[in-house]
């Protein structure tokens, strides 16, 4: 048999002399490879954002007048420091819950809600506590609340679930995040429009199905991707709300 | 059907068959290939989740034992000769789905703007 007489690497013995700047270039290649991979793709991901849970601010109660659209909001009439009067808040439950079933009975009237914000930007949401120490009705006489219509609109950018978008998560939009958003939206957690230009003043917009219902199953299957849709755009106080018509939905190229 | 659903279409199909081929393998197919595993029956159904994945080769590897094919030495033959290609297969795959996805990204509308279709119809209250 003939025998080969070049160097054999064995694991539990010193490495072979004439194999070891190989396996010295070897490690040092590997590793600094793995290294700058990890840093192009790093460097390849989207910024983030800088939307956040507030738990600096501590819990956050103020009082307003509840508006379903119909995802609940918050008109906010006796604020405090961080949450002005006049402000419009959006309202969501603790991970990926709505907390319709307590702002329905509550429609129209004034209520006190409390718990912990997420704010993006301009974009504010409250994710209330748990039963009554979350929204509860509130004495006080209501003030009526304007709704202006701003008219029909066509609009580009991304749908996403607001709570993560506002800060829940990191990255909280884009393809990623697409399955999440989209469980978020199932639990019914307030949709938001993020704008690829600002629509008077505002970037972010709630986003609902046409004719004050939920976002439509349609639109599901939009979320994450940059899309051009099209549909009335009304002003509630602060927060603008974009009525989806499901039929224009086009993902952009 | 969207992407979505045609993935999980693919899904049921494969682990359909997969369920179909772990119920023949594991109740007649193993007693005639291999002779340690007669009259035991508690590990079997530990089996049964790989089944359904890799029933391709269940099916292909049972072919060859049923047919007299099967030399237990040739048997690493083909991982021995293919690794030094996988070997590179492999990471430069990686490396392509990774720059396909990202040269497939959509790029963010910037550009633009918003256009109002229509005058607000009415202001409520």
Same mark, same amino acid.
């Given at each position: 048999m003939k025998q080969n007489r070049g160097p054999f690497f064995v694991g539990y013995l010193p490495a072979p002399e004439a194999l070891r700047g190989f396996l010295l270039?070897?490690?040092?290649?590997?590793?600094?490879?793995?290294?700058?991979?990890?840093?192009?793709?790093?460097?390849?991901?989207?910024?983030?954002?800088?939307?956040?849970? %507030?738990?600096?601010?501590?819990?956050?109660?103020?009082?307003?007048?509840?508006?379903?659209?119909?995802?609940?909001?918050? %008109?906010?009439?006796?604020?405090?420091?961080?949450?002005?009067?006049?402000?419009?808040? @959006?309202?969501?439950?603790?991970? /990926?819950?709505?907390?319709?079933?307590?702002?329905?009975?509550?429609?129209?009237?004034?209520?006190?809600?409390?718990?912990?914000?997420?704010?993006?930007?301009?974009?504010?949401?409250?994710?209330?506590?748990?039963?009554?120490?979350? @929204?509860?009705?509130?004495?006080?006489?209501?003030?009526?609340?304007?709704?202006?219509?701003?008219? %029909?609109?066509?609009?580009?950018?991304? @749908?996403?679930?607001? /709570?993560?978008?506002?800060?829940?998560?990191?990255?909280? %939009?884009?393809?990623?995040?697409?399955?999440?958003?989209?469980?978020?939206?199932?639990? /019914?957690?307030?949709?938001?429009?993020?704008?690829?230009?600002?629509?008077?003043?505002?970037?972010f917009l709630l986003i609902t199905g046409p004719d004050g219902t939920h976002l439509p199953e349609k639109a599901y299957h939009y979320v994450a991707q940059f899309v051009s849709l099209e549909g009335e755009v009304e002003r509630r106080g602060d927060l603008l709300v974009l009525r989806l018509d499901p039929e224009t939905l086009e993902v952009l190229q | 059907m969207n992407q979505a659903e045609a993935i999980l279409l693919g899904l049921r199909i494969w682990g359909s068959i997969g369920a179909v081929i772990a119920a023949m393998f594991l109740t007649i197919g193993m007693d005639r290939i291999d002779d340690d595993a007669r009259d035991a029956y508690i590990f079997r159904p530990l089996l049964i989740p790989s089944i359904l994945v890799i029933w391709p080769l269940v099916l292909w590897r049972w072919y060859l034992y049923e047919s007299g094919h099967e030399h237990w030495a040739r048997r690493y033959d083909p991982p021995r000769k293919a690794h030094f290609y996988v070997g590179w297969v492999l990471p430069v795959g990686i490396c392509l789905i990774i720059l396909t996805g990202l040269s497939q990204r959509q790029t963010w509308p910037a550009e633009t703007a918003p256009v109002q279709l229509s005058e607000p119809t009415e202001i409520s209250q």
């Amino acid at each position: 048999m003939k025998q080969n007489r070049g160097p054999f690497f064995v694991g539990y013995l010193p490495a072979p002399e004439a194999l070891r700047g190989f396996l010295l270039a070897v490690c040092v290649l590997f590793v600094a490879g793995l290294a700058g991979f990890g840093l192009a793709i790093g460097v390849a991901q989207d910024d983030p954002g800088d939307g956040a849970f %507030r738990f600096d601010y501590g819990r956050q109660t103020v009082t307003g007048v509840v508006e379903l659209t119909p995802y609940p909001l918050l %008109r906010v009439t006796e604020g405090n420091e961080h949450i002005p009067a006049g402000h419009t808040l @959006i309202l969501a439950g603790t991970g /990926k819950t709505n907390v319709e079933s307590r702002a329905i009975p509550l429609e129209g009237q004034l209520a006190q809600v409390s718990g912990v914000m997420l704010q993006r930007g301009a974009l504010d949401m409250l994710q209330l506590r748990g039963g009554r120490n979350g @929204i509860s009705a509130a004495e006080g006489a209501v003030t009526p609340m304007e709704t202006v219509s701003l008219g %029909r609109w066509k609009l580009a950018g991304e @749908i996403c679930d607001g /709570k993560c978008l506002a800060g829940a998560m990191r990255p909280g %939009r884009g393809l990623a995040h697409k399955a999440c958003a989209n469980l978020c939206l199932l639990g /019914k957690v307030p949709p938001v429009f993020v704008s690829s230009q600002p629509v008077e003043g505002s970037e972010f917009l709630l986003i609902t199905g046409p004719d004050g219902t939920h976002l439509p199953e349609k639109a599901y299957h939009y979320v994450a991707q940059f899309v051009s849709l099209e549909g009335e755009v009304e002003r509630r106080g602060d927060l603008l709300v974009l009525r989806l018509d499901p039929e224009t939905l086009e993902v952009l190229q | 059907m969207n992407q979505a659903e045609a993935i999980l279409l693919g899904l049921r199909i494969w682990g359909s068959i997969g369920a179909v081929i772990a119920a023949m393998f594991l109740t007649i197919g193993m007693d005639r290939i291999d002779d340690d595993a007669r009259d035991a029956y508690i590990f079997r159904p530990l089996l049964i989740p790989s089944i359904l994945v890799i029933w391709p080769l269940v099916l292909w590897r049972w072919y060859l034992y049923e047919s007299g094919h099967e030399h237990w030495a040739r048997r690493y033959d083909p991982p021995r000769k293919a690794h030094f290609y996988v070997g590179w297969v492999l990471p430069v795959g990686i490396c392509l789905i990774i720059l396909t996805g990202l040269s497939q990204r959509q790029t963010w509308p910037a550009e633009t703007a918003p256009v109002q279709l229509s005058e607000p119809t009415e202001i409520s209250q």
